[in-house]
Structures are given as C-alpha cells and as structure tokens.
C-alpha cells in the first residue's frame, strides 16, 4: 500500500481541477518552490499510486486526468 502525502494529494487535487494538462504545470505547482526536480518525483509517485492517469500522446507527452478513484 502506498502512503499518500499531501502533495501527491495536491498534484491530484491540480489535475481534478485542470483535466488534460502536461506533467510541467504539475510539478511546479506541488515542487517546493517551484521545485520542478521535486515536482515531477511527486507526480510520478501520484501516477504510480493511481491518483492521477498519465495518457502518452503521439508527440510522446503525458495528457494527465485525475484517476476515477479520486473524483468520486
């Protein structure tokens, strides 16, 4: 089981909020300080934990949408 912190929580509470934006925005939301290094190791432990779901698109960049488990 994955324990869930407050900032994956805030990078799910981000997504839920901005359906279909890149990891980018995400990660220097929840990076302290815009910690963008920070930022993108909290939002792939969020993908990982199944918060938030990370599409690849052709041009080979993640669309992110809040997992069904968090938007109920």
Known sequence: MTRIGPRM???ADYVR???GCAILPVAEHVGPHGSRQF???TVH???RAGLISAKRTPRK???LHAA???RS
Request: aromatic share 12%.
């Open 61 to 63: 960049a993640y669309v």
């Open 9 to 11: 929580k805030a990078a």
């Open 45 to 47: 432990r969020a993908i």
């Open 39 to 41: 930022g993108y190791a």
């Open 68 to 70: 069904e488990a968090v």
């Open 17 to 19: 909020a901005n359906p």
